[in-house]
T-cell receptor, first 114, second 116 residues
Framework: AQSVTQPDIHITVSEGASLELRCNYSYGATPYLFWYVQSPGQGLQLLLKYFSGDTLVQGIKGFEAEFKRSQSSFNLRKPSVHWSDAAEYFCAVGAPAAGNKLTFGGGTRVLVKP | NAGVMQNPRHLVRRRGQEARLRCSPMKGHSHVYWYRQLPEEGLKFMVYLQKENIIDESGMPKERFSAEFPKEGPSILRIQQVVRGDSAAYFC??????????????FGDGTRLSIL
């Protein structure tokens, strides 16, 4: 069965500083990987996805993520955060063999200091 | 708005009542998924449906919960005889149909269910 771990529950970062959110997955084959962002009281918005090909993927809002098979990781990065990036971020994994359902990590809540 | 539409946004029920949550997928999407999010937790998969078919209900509690996606109309998640532990945010997502490929899922804003 697939699983996702987001080791950091909370991260506080200063506005303008860089941000990296960790995601580790467990799955036997090449997974389909996603990052979503959730603002308070809202649904989830897709930031980016990885299926195959270039292991560095670009997403919306200036985010990027790098797939590292050897480390079973799919970390999310942003070079310079804005106050509007304060939200909760979820990493998710899917696999055709498991149907289309997504397995989510527990999330990382990002706080942005002025 | 061509996104996933869920209603109601907030639903309050007393213990023992029934809760019905509705979800209209994005235009052109034929797959619907329901997830539950407990406070301070990630989303947990409940059920995956296509029109008139339940594809995977492995995450659905065996009792009191049911889901449908009829030929016409929205998908419905139904919780009978609600208990306090059912209080959560319920999210619906939809995706395109592509065999052998996990499509990105697009989420609605959720229904916050509160049980008194």
């Amino acid at each position: 069965a697939q699983s996702v771990t987001q080791p950091d529950i909370h991260i506080t970062v200063s506005e303008g500083a860089s941000l990296e959110l960790r995601c580790n997955y467990s799955y036997g084959a090449t997974p389909y990987l996603f990052w979503y962002v959730q603002s308070p009281g809202q649904g989830l918005q897709l930031l980016l996805k990885y299926f195959s090909g270039d292991t560095l993927v670009q997403g919306i809002k200036g985010f990027e993520a790098e797939f590292k098979r050897s480390q079973s990781s799919f970390n999310l990065r942003k070079p310079s955060v804005h106050w509007s990036d304060a939200a909760e971020y979820f990493c998710a994994v899917g696999a055709p063999a498991a149907g289309n359902k997504l397995t989510f990590g527990g999330g990382t809540r990002v706080l942005v200091k002025p | 708005n061509a996104g996933v539409m869920q209603n109601p946004r907030h639903l309050v029920r007393r213990r023992g009542q029934e809760a019905r949550l509705r979800c209209s997928p994005m235009k052109g999407h034929s797959h619907v998924y329901w997830y539950r999010q407990l406070p301070e937790e990630g989303l947990k998969f409940m059920v995956y449906l296509q029109k008139e078919n339940i594809i995977d209900e492995s995450g659905m509690p065996k009792e009191r919960f049911s889901a449908e996606f009829p030929k016409e109309g929205p998908s419905i998640l139904r919780i009978q005889q609600v208990v306090r532990g059912d209080s959560a945010a319920y999210f619906c997502a939809s995706s395109l149909d592509r065999q052998g490929i996990v499509q990105p899922q697009h989420f609605g804003d959720g229904t916050r269910l509160s049980i008194l």
